[in-house]
């Protein structure tokens, strides 16, 4: 499953750029992906809930005549998700140097004057490259959920702990750089060894637990945000963080 955006205030090449898209993931049998268009920036940025390399982002650099809006909106895509693929869609070519200085590390740069033939293959060409991300597997160092609903895909040693949301069937990832609601269970957690199940809300990752707290029964994470451990389960944590620092 992918997930797509486009940014993109021009209904004519919004339509253009979805038909190629949905083309595809037809012809390639890909099934449960989802195609998100929008007009304005703060209504995309917004909608995105997820991380991995298994988004792409296809953005105008020109939106309601700001010739830079694009670049911008990239930085803080690239902000929130250093895995993201950006793809720019545009008929200012001359920018493209500019997208170096915005430091959004782009896949490509697609000119809207391109012809039909093109055009369409470069489109393609990035939706592949994002296709071909979903069969590669995950190294050991890198946390990867995929259910019906999500799929997060993040080095472990940025997430803290994992907590059962109030919203149903959801969970709250909270990490050195995120903090993301997905859909999801404590259960699917537990047969990761990264992760420890230490209270019926809370999947601590144990390298990340800076401080544990005997008496009040607290976890210590290094942005000073902290989880609740169960009794039962303190002896349990004390052994996985002295198995991480070799028994210090």
Do not use: W
């Amino acid at each position: 499953m992918i997930q797509v955006y486009v940014l993109e205030d021009d209904f004519k090449q919004q339509s253009r750029i979805e038909n190629i898209i949905t083309h595809y993931l037809h012809e390639q049998h890909i099934l449960g992906s989802r195609i998100s268009l929008h007009g304005k920036p703060d209504q995309l940025l917004a909608e995105v809930k997820e991380k991995g390399n298994h988004q792409i982002f296809f953005l105008d650099i020109e939106i309601k005549n700001e010739e830079k809006k694009g670049l911008e909106i990239a930085r803080r895509i690239r902000e929130k998700d250093n895995q993201a693929v950006i793809v720019f869609v545009t008929t200012h070519s001359e920018l493209m140097p500019l997208t170096f200085q915005y430091q959004v590390s782009a896949f490509d740069f697609i000119d809207k004057n391109f012809s039909t033939e093109k055009f369409t293959e470069r489109i393609k060409a990035a939706l592949d490259y994002v296709v071909g991300n979903l069969n590669q597997p995950a190294s050991g160092q890198t946390f990867l959920l995929e259910n019906d609903y999500s799929r997060i895909q993040m080095p472990y040693k940025e997430i803290y702990y994992i907590e059962v949301s109030a919203t149903p069937h959801k969970l709250i990832l909270h990490g050195q750089y995120d903090y993301m609601e997905f859909y999801g269970t404590l259960t699917e957690m537990e047969g990761d060894p990264h992760f420890l199940r230490v209270h019926r809300s809370y999947a601590v990752n144990p390298m990340n637990v800076t401080k544990l707290d005997y008496s009040q029964r607290v976890a210590y994470f290094p942005n000073g945000e902290t989880c609740i451990v169960a009794r039962s389960k303190i002896k349990g944590l004390v052994r996985a963080m002295e198995a991480l620092h070799g028994g210090e």
